[in-house]
């Protein structure tokens, strides 16, 4: 299997609503290429599995990731999971990028 019979998968998958199969798909195309993480991060906050969101997000900053649309996701899932000062922490990078 590659990268693209992941994404294939993970396209058919969502035309057929079957969203573990999604997740799955997008975790190991994530696990070739660690920018995905924020792909798959985003689509579990969705899905509002945070404690998975927050895995992915985590896994996307450690390896160098900085949109902020990732710091927001993450800020959300930690707040969600009542982790409030490390939400602060994504929350105030966010805020302070867009006063």
């Not at 994530?30 to 689509?43: C, M, P």
Request: aromatic residues 12%; hydrophobic residues 40%.
């Amino acid at each position: 299997s590659s990268a693209q019979d992941w994404e294939d998968t993970a396209k058919m998958c969502a035309e057929l609503k079957k969203w573990a199969c999604v997740e799955s798909e997008y975790r190991k195309v994530a696990q070739t290429d660690a920018a995905q993480y924020l792909r798959l991060g985003q689509f579990q906050l969705k899905k509002r599995k945070y404690e998975k969101a927050a895995e992915s997000f985590a896994i996307y900053f450690k390896n160098g990731g900085q949109s902020l649309d990732a710091a927001e996701g993450h800020a959300f899932a930690l707040a969600e999971l009542g982790r409030h000062a490390e939400a602060k922490t994504f929350f105030n990078k966010v805020l302070n990028a867009n006063p």
